[in-house]
């Protein structure tokens, strides 16, 4: 599971309250924040909103998806896509083709067609987290 030190759309001061609270990663963040009460309960002890909470779930579910790195998640943030409800926006083709885009302008090789398959994939199957 990745670090919470990961996440893009957080703000250090949370990032030392949850690191306060045992969260230290992802996985965590997610499990604490599993269902609407969860949220608002890590909201209240952080001093965050429960629509700070989301947005840090939301990029988290992103970054445990399989085969998914920093450089994956870079690549992603350059496409314009910050968590799991942007992928969820996309169609297969619009996102293969933001991945395919923002690789070009990184100068990177783009993942192959089944991993971003995967992760779109993964995305729909996580939609309900």
């Not at 790195?69 to 992928?87: F, K």
């Not at 990184?106 to 995305?123: F, K, R, S």
């Amino acid at each position: 599971m990745p670090p919470i030190t990961e996440l893009t759309r957080i703000e250090p001061v949370y990032l030392e309250r949850l690191e306060k609270q045992g969260v230290f990663t992802t996985g965590l963040l997610l499990d604490v924040s599993a269902t609407p009460t969860r949220r608002q309960y890590l909201a209240d002890h952080v001093g965050a909103t429960i629509n700070d909470v989301a947005t840090w779930r939301d990029e988290a579910l992103m970054l445990n998806l399989a085969a998914f790195g920093p450089a994956e998640h870079r690549l992603l943030i350059q496409a314009g896509i910050e968590g799991l409800r942007d992928i969820l926006s996309l169609d297969l083709d619009a996102f293969r083709t933001r991945v395919a885009r923002a690789a070009l302008e990184l100068g990177v090789d783009p993942p192959d067609d089944l991993t971003i398959e995967g992760w779109w994939e993964q995305a729909r199957t996580l939609e309900e987290e």
